[in-house]
């Protein structure tokens, strides 16, 4: 079978460790990578352009944005941030996995244009976890505690419109659920109709 890449959409609650899972996952596995989203905003010391961010004008997103070259967009505290288009089919073309670290607004746009994407919800085992990492943290004040997990209450009515809950108990777990669950995606018959298709035309000399 010819192998094409899926896009993974990941979401959690802030604390939840998405980014702690997903940095494992491509550290363990070659076939996974995540994308790198394109922002108005300038880059803080020790950030580079095409690592953590594309660093583009306004002008320039805007001009994305006409030209349909962004798969999903949204504007924060008057900047824009949103993900290239090309930079993601080409990495699927080539048989890569992208996994896309983005808020359950872009994850449905996403669903919308790519129905075969897998979206994962990863949540901690409860909430009272939940605030023990916040806090764990220490740089955060009390009322920033409070609003994150004010957030995570709001984020919490769209669950039901992902595709997987992954609870993040143990790290290590984690990473290989996530694992699994898109390598069981990959097997899916939707997406590999041309091999079903073949073996069907081969069978027919029997």
Do not use: W
Not at 52 to 81: C, P, Q, R, S
Request: hydrophobic share 35%; aromatic share 8%.
């Amino acid at each position: 079978m010819n192998r094409k890449g899926i896009i993974i959409v990941v979401s959690g609650f802030s604390g939840a460790g998405k980014g702690t899972v997903m940095k494992a996952l491509t550290a363990k596995y070659d076939q996974y990578a995540l994308s790198v989203s394109a922002t108005t905003r300038t880059p803080r010391t020790g950030e580079v352009n095409g690592r953590e961010y594309f660093f583009v004008t306004t002008e320039e997103f805007e001009k994305m944005i006409d030209e349909d070259g962004l798969i999903e967009h949204a504007k924060y505290v008057n900047h824009y941030y949103g993900t290239p288009r090309k930079y993601v089919e080409d990495k699927l073309a080539n048989g890569i996995d992208v996994i896309l670290e983005i808020e359950i607004q872009g994850a449905l746009q996403i669903k919308e244009q790519y129905k075969d994407a897998v979206l994962l919800f990863i949540t901690p085992p409860s909430a009272g976890e939940l605030e023990k990492r916040l806090r764990g943290r220490g740089t955060e004040t009390d009322e920033v505690i409070k609003k994150r997990l004010s957030r995570a209450k709001e984020e919490s009515v769209g669950i039901e419109k992902y595709d997987y809950i992954v609870v993040n108990d143990k790290l290590e777990e984690c990473v290989e659920n996530v694992h699994r669950i898109i390598s069981a995606a990959h097997c899916s018959p939707d997406r590999n109709l041309e091999f079903i298709d073949d073996i069907r035309h081969q069978l027919e000399k029997y």
